[in-house]
């Protein structure tokens, strides 16, 4: 057995970043023992590791990336600099994602980043196809027609023509494609827990600021601890009482950042937003139901056509990003941009332009050969 296993199961020692490498090492070369993927991820989905196995752990991938990726500033980035201090971010650019877990909701983030892009923050907005969800953002994007971007170049050229772009997975350590293939027949999704937990830290983006929905608390020692580490740029760890990944309008949010500030309050920080019952709030935050088209309800918010806890929350999302970002420094700006991306239909006007942008016939042509 492999002593990173080991010492997960023990809990008597931190594994660090060398253990980790020749751990992936093995994994690489086909040389570990039948099982001991799924053992791995079993035991790290059971139970979080300490903040400093899991900071060596993110570590150790960051500095197995390929040598050369392309940067948003249009310089190379070197292996291992996906959290190094100093390296170059866009200003104004961001990045929203969840855990995963929690309720079942619409998709929140994906909705909030068409919003944020709307009002002029530069998202980054990356995702996975659905874990906990029926329908994860990955999911959403193919329901729209919207490809996910294959390279750094390609995902700098639709910032550029769009102010958003939805990353796919090559943002990802292979070594999580790895994991994945080792473990067949089983689903990642039965025992990768863990991966979708950290999934926020594996993915390299070139951003400014992220917002991260957790929706389990337990995970924010650990989680935090992690934030703790990243210098390249501005992380918000959000959560709620309600189990949702997204900041919700209707109750209190709490938000630990890796900034020099412990914790805000955001509902303290956007008095101007709605305010509700918790359960309401879920029951307005649910996922299309039975019978209606995943597409139509997602667009319908993104309309302006729905109200309440779905208008606002989205609101609320989007406006963190702006500030987070730093494109707008104050919260009831912020929170009237994104209401006017909302109800001008610029929201929506930026998908109808992602789905009618040439990419999307050119990859639908391919797919049909």
């Not at 109750?251 to 309401?280: F, M």
């Not at 606002?312 to 209401?339: F, Q």
Request: charged share 25%.
């Amino acid at each position: 057995m492999h002593e990173v296993l080991r010492a997960l199961i023990d809990r008597d020692r931190t594994v660090d970043q060398e253990m980790w490498g020749s751990f992936w090492d093995r994994l690489r070369d086909g040389a570990l023992r039948s099982g001991e993927t799924v053992a791995l991820l079993s035991s790290l989905s059971t139970r979080m590791p300490d903040g400093e196995t899991l900071v060596a752990m993110l570590r150790s991938l960051d500095e197995r990336r390929p040598d050369v990726a392309a940067r948003s500033d249009g310089t190379a980035r070197p292996a291992g600099t996906a959290r190094a201090e100093g390296t170059a971010r866009p200003d104004g650019t961001a990045n929203i994602v969840g855990t995963g877990g929690g309720p079942a909701t619409f998709n929140i983030s994906t909705a909030a980043a068409f919003v944020a892009a709307a009002l002029g923050v530069r998202v980054v907005k990356t995702g996975s196809r659905a874990y906990t969800s029926t329908c994860g953002s990955h999911d959403l994007l193919d329901r729209l027609g919207i490809a996910t971007t294959t390279s750094y170049e390609q995902t700098d050229d639709l910032l550029e023509r769009f102010g958003i772009a939805f990353p796919g997975n090559f943002v990802y350590p292979r070594e999580v494609a790895l994991l994945a293939r080792s473990i067949v027949p089983m689903d990642l999704r039965m025992i990768g827990g863990f991966v979708n937990s950290v999934g926020p830290f594996l993915a390299a983006v070139p951003v400014r600021a992220q917002i991260v929905g957790v929706s389990d608390r337990s995970l924010l020692p650990a989680l935090g601890q992690v934030a703790a580490t990243v210098t390249d740029r501005r992380i918000w760890l959000c959560s709620n009482e309600l189990g949702v990944d997204e900041l919700v309008d209707s109750v209190d949010n709490v938000v630990l950042t890796n900034d020099g500030t412990d914790a805000i309050s955001l509902w303290a920080a956007a008095p101007e937003t709605g305010a509700g019952a918790g359960t309401d709030a879920i029951a307005g935050l649910r996922p299309a139901g039975a019978g209606e088209d995943v597409v139509d309800h997602f667009l319908g918010v993104l309309s302006g056509e729905r109200t309440g806890p779905a208008t606002r929350t989205v609101r609320l999302n989007a406006a963190a990003l702006a500030v987070a970002s730093g494109l707008i420094a104050e919260w009831p700006e912020a929170i009237r941009a994104a209401d006017d991306a909302l109800r001008s239909g610029a929201a929506r006007d930026l998908v109808d332009r992602l789905r009618a942008r040439p990419a999307r016939r050119a990859v639908a042509a391919a797919r049909a050969r």
